[in-house]
C-alpha cells in the first residue's frame, strides 16, 4: 500500500532539499570537464591557428564558466519569484541575460 500523495510529494521535497544542502557544501565543479573541453577546442578554432592550451587555462576557463552560469541561474531564479512563480522559464533566462546586457 502506498502512502498519501501528500506525504509522498513531502518525500520527494527532502529528497531535493537534501541534493541542494549536497551541493552548496561541495566545492566540486558541476559541469563535465570533457564537453567543456570541446566546445573550448570548437571555439578556438575559428578563432586562432594554433590549438594548444594548457590545463590550468582549461580550469580557469571552467571556473570561470560554472560562476558565469550559476549566478546566470540565481539572477533568472529571482526573476521567476518577482513574478510570483517557484517555476524557471526560458523567459526568465532571458530577462535575466537582457538585464545583464549578455
Do not use: W
Not at 566540486?28 to 578554432?45: D, F, G, S, T
Not at 539572477?75 to 526568465?92: E, F, N, W
Amino acid at each position: 500500500m502506498q502512502p498519501p500523495p501528500s506525504q509522498q510529494r513531502k518525500k520527494r521535497q527532502s529528497r531535493f532539499m537534501e541534493e541542494i544542502a549536497k551541493y552548496q557544501k561541495s566545492t566540486n565543479l558541476l559541469l563535465p570537464q570533457a564537453p567543456l573541453l570541446r566546445v573550448i577546442k570548437k571555439m578556438m578554432e575559428n578563432l586562432v591557428l594554433d590549438n594548444r592550451i594548457t590545463g590550468e587555462a582549461i580550469s580557469a576557463l571552467h571556473e570561470a564558466t560554472e560562476n558565469h552560469l550559476t549566478t546566470l541561474f540565481e539572477d533568472a531564479y529571482l526573476c521567476a519569484q518577482h513574478a510570483k512563480r517557484v517555476t524557471l522559464m526560458p523567459r526568465d533566462l532571458m530577462l535575466a541575460m537582457r538585464i545583464r546586457k549578455l
